[in-house]
């Protein structure tokens, strides 16, 4: 009987050698058998898979040269031009304190009456914000005749403006005996201002006195 011999250097296989009549006898006889030991010296061993398990099959298992599986390819989790920290993505920020393109301004806060505004926009008369220490008011629009004017300064009597429904004119002038008075009021008879056109004007309206 022929012994073939399978496995790894230095493995030592026990094959069951049978020794009986060459009459056919079933396995069920009272066929002496020998052990024979055999030791395998031309299977190299495997340094990574699963060892070879027979004749025409190949290793299926993982190959690894450190002795570590690798299981896919490395995951990049940084810009290496950036010291390994990986990119946000992110643009610009306003509040950030740097001025950015697209930004007029950046001071860092989200102060709204400061020069620069939370939106990154240098104040201006006119934008509906205050300027604390520069702009007594701010309406947000240009109209002259309503308690801010466009130039973002309280309206008042003697700016030259009538504030529509609380002045009756204002000439902007401190004259007050000519068609206009001091008071932004439209001379009249009793008003106590003697016009030019009047030989006096006590500011009453008793018609019997002097």
Do not use: H
């Amino acid at each position: 009987m022929a012994i073939r011999g399978y496995g790894w250097s230095g493995v030592v296989l026990v094959v069951l050698v049978g020794c009986g009549d060459s009459g056919g006898r079933d396995s069920n006889s009272d066929s002496a058998f020998t052990t024979v030991p055999v030791t395998a010296t031309g299977g190299a061993e495997s340094t990574g898979g699963a060892p070879t398990t027979g004749e025409g099959q190949t290793s299926t298992g993982p190959t690894s040269l450190s002795g570590a599986t690798t299981t896919g390819d490395p995951v990049t989790t940084g810009d290496a031009s950036s010291g390994g920290e990986a990119s946000s993505g992110a643009g610009p920020v306003c509040g950030d304190g740097n001025v950015d393109p697209g930004e007029d301004c950046d001071d860092g806060n989200d102060v709204e009456t400061d020069a620069c505004t939370s939106a990154c926009v240098a104040a201006a008369c006119g934008d509906g914000l205050v300027q604390e220490g520069v702009e007594p008011c701010d309406d947000g629009n240009d109209v002259e005749t309503d308690a801010c004017t466009s130039a973002c300064v309280a309206a008042k009597c003697g700016d030259g403006i009538v504030q529509e429904g609380v002045e009756g004119c204002d000439d902007g002038n401190q004259v007050d005996d000519d068609a206009c008075s001091n008071g932004c009021a439209l001379p009249g008879c009793g008003d106590g201002i003697k016009q030019p056109a009047e030989a006096c004007d006590d500011g009453n309206m008793i018609d019997t006195d002097a």
